[in-house]
């Protein structure tokens, strides 16, 4: 009884760091000279008032929860992967090259391989720092972000040149674009609105990770590696192996994410020489929102189309409050802060639980010793 | 043409504009290993170095001030590394993702404070270039190291300071054991949780320099998220430098002097695809971590909260 209660307030802490982060954001607001109320408002209206504004909401949401879903993965097996901006454009390439190149073939056929393709993508833009992780001991918070600043320079490099669109190729403008993928080609709607197929699927393939995270042998491993892997390595789990292994699908869902931007959202890609001006952040907010989400898939679900909501709707409270969009990236910012910086609250009641066990089971004292050093 | 690289005038300017593009990077990349040095691993940088940029540039815009400028972003470094300091060292969050939230932070928070305070794409009158006399006449070497603006001898004049104060002092003595064994530290009476204050509130400081520096001294203008990424590359280069200043300084110069490359590149309109040029820093950062990580080995207690046992 008590545990529930006590994980019941976990899981509100996020919601309570959210709280904190908004209230902050409208003492901003109120500095700005706009009225709090009214500019929230007007951000609920954007994010969630009409059937088109929920579907907008939704689509920004898609990649947030795909890269979420990579991140909740990796995170889980203890694996700081930051590198979802250069994941996103690498399989974005990816699919986007197989998209222009399969003509003829038909639709959902060619769609499908574009979309492995844009995983497979993903997949090896994080699974070489896994392999540096593993096997070379490279950080890989450093490697990943070296992985995207890569990434956007082939990007680059491949829209001004192997990859520029034949149109722009011999216009003046040049254009840093690739050619426009045929309409048989493209995500199908859902409704008659942006919604494309890519929604659908990225809910469906949160279930399939908690299933795999807590259902299969290797979520099990890949959990039990992040959490402690020295008795992962004692229970004969090749730690390495699925240190390579979290990167990999962490890079693979960040791929289909950037996949189905080009195939759900703008039918090409277009740079403006930086990760943003594809990715739209969704590399860095995909982990703000698997964090929110407390790392579990499903709840990475309502956490994503919070976010996107907020990113969406900012658009409106813009418009209604002359406040710029930007404070939404800060606030988002302030959430992560304060969503991390909660988190010593539940250790400290873990804690205080474990000293209550202790005192009841009262354990021998080598028991008490490798609970320290294990922590 | 590809022979109008190797004039001497072309590779004279390559190298004197390398220099001056390796500020921003030595600014933050120097804070940054202090912070490291004693355990704190600030992901921020970014972030830092926005709210810093713009700052400075307000200031200087506004008032007509570069040294207020410099004064408005060390005091926005400050806060910021204090928010850092406390959220990490008594908050014990997780450094790495609560770096990634001061990142979204200041990068919306400066792009909304530049919209809302100046709106418009403005310039200013940077920091002059400063002729050191008969050194700045010498031909080549007197353009290349001696007619640079203040911010740019400040921030190499901090290397071997840096070098100094890490190695020889207290202070660096205090620095390093708070970062390779807090416990020890802390039974010997360092304060574990000031040393960390202090050099994380310095890598914010620092941080901010490195904006300022890209302000109001390089480009003189701000847009936002005009770092984009160089943040991250300082955080990359303190790996590269082996947590050493002068190693920093050669990373540094590397990133700086390739960028500078490509820019006479373009300038010059030699058809080399400058991306391909601009990706090799970052290879070879990936391919010194390879070889380093079994060589140089990092504070011990990097990113790991300090905790006292009772």
Not at chain 2, 273 to 301: C, D, F, H, N
């Amino acid at each position: 009884m008590k545990s529930r209660l006590s994980s019941l307030l976990d899981a509100f802490l996020p919601v309570l760091a959210t709280l904190a982060a908004l209230l902050v954001g409208a003492i901003m607001l109120l500095l700005l000279k706009a009225n709090p109320l009214v500019a929230y408002k007007a951000l609920w209206d954007g994010a969630f008032g009409s059937t088109n504004a929920v579907a907008e909401t939704l689509v920004k949401a898609t990649p947030f929860l795909l890269v979420g879903l990579g991140i909740c993965i990796s995170f889980r097996a203890n694996v700081m992967n930051v590198g979802g901006e250069g994941q996103m454009i690498i399989g974005a390439i990816f699919a986007t090259w197989v998209g222009l190149n399969g003509k003829g073939m038909p639709g959902w056929i060619l769609i499908t391989l574009s979309m492995l393709a844009g995983v497979l993508g993903g997949g090896i833009w994080g699974g070489i720092p896994g392999i540096l992780k593993a096997y070379f001991n490279v950080n890989e918070i450093l490697s990943t972000i070296m992985m995207n600043a890569i990434a956007v320079q082939l990007m680059n490099y491949l829209l001004r040149g192997p990859m520029i669109d034949p149109a722009q190729a011999k216009a003046a403008s040049q254009i840093p674009q690739t050619a426009r993928l045929d309409e048989i080609y493209r995500l199908p709607r859902l409704v008659p609105t942006r919604l494309h197929l890519g929604a659908l699927i990225a809910v469906i393939l949160a279930i399939l990770v908690y299933v795999l995270l807590w259902r299969t042998t290797l979520g099990f491993r890949i959990r039990a590696v992040g959490e402690n892997p020295d008795a992962a390595k004692y229970g004969g789990i090749k730690v390495q192996r699925y240190v390579v292994i979290a990167l990999l699908l962490g890079g693979a869902f960040a791929g289909l994410a950037g996949a189905t931007q080009v195939f759900g959202v703008n039918y090409r890609i277009i740079t403006d020489g930086s990760s943003t001006g594809f990715t739209g952040n969704a590399g860095f907010n995909g982990i703000v929102a698997a964090l929110f989400g407390q790392l579990h898939p499903l709840l990475t679900i309502p956490a994503s189309i919070f976010f996107g909501g907020l990113l969406v709707g900012a658009n409106t409270m813009q418009r209604m409050v002359q406040v710029p969009s930007a404070l939404i990236t800060a606030l988002n910012g302030l959430v992560v802060i304060f969503v991390v910086s909660s988190e010593i609250w539940r250790k400290k009641r873990q804690r205080r639980r474990e000293v209550v066990a202790l005192q009841i089971n009262e354990p021998p004292e080598s028991q008490a010793k490798s609970k320290e050093t294990g922590a | 043409m590809i022979s109008d690289l190797f004039s001497t005038t072309v590779i004279i300017g390559i190298i004197s504009s390398g220099i001056r593009l390796a500020t921003p990077y030595l600014y933050a990349s120097l804070g940054e290993t202090f912070s490291q040095r004693s355990g704190v691993l600030n992901l921020g940088v970014e972030g830092q170095m926005l709210m810093g940029a713009f700052a400075a540039f307000y200031v200087a815009l506004k008032f007509g001030s570069l040294w207020g400028g410099v004064l408005a972003a060390i005091l926005v470094g400050a806060v910021l590394g204090l928010a850092m300091a406390f959220v990490s060292i008594n908050l014990q969050a997780a450094q790495g993702i609560s770096g990634i939230g001061f990142y979204l932070f200041g990068l919306g928070m400066s792009n909304l404070l530049f919209q809302k305070m100046i709106g418009t794409v403005e310039t200013v009158q940077g920091f002059p270039k400063i002729h050191i006399p008969f050194l700045s006449d010498i031909p080549g070497i007197g353009e290349i190291f001696f007619s640079h603006n203040v911010l740019v001898y400040i921030a190499f004049f901090l290397v071997p300071v840096a070098w100094f104060v890490l190695n020889k002092t207290t202070l660096g003595l205090k620095i390093r054991a708070v970062g390779e064994n807090p416990d020890a530290a802390d039974s010997l009476g360092v304060s574990v949780i000031r040393v960390r204050y202090f050099t994380v509130i310095f890598g914010g400081i620092m941080s901010a320099l490195g904006g300022a520096s890209l302000s109001i001294a390089l480009l003189n203008v701000f847009q936002q998220n005009m770092t984009s990424g160089l943040g991250f590359i300082a955080v990359a280069l303190v790996y590269f430098g082996g947590w050493r200043p002068w190693g920093i300084l050669g990373g540094a110069l590397l990133f700086s002097m390739v960028n500078s490359l490509q820019l006479w590149i373009q300038v010059l309109g030699i058809p080399i695809p400058s991306e391909i040029a601009l990706m090799m820093p970052y290879i070879l950062t990936i391919l010194v971590l390879v070889v380093s990580t079994s060589k140089v080995r990092g504070p011990s207690a990097l990113s790991k909260p300090f905790e006292r046992g009772d």
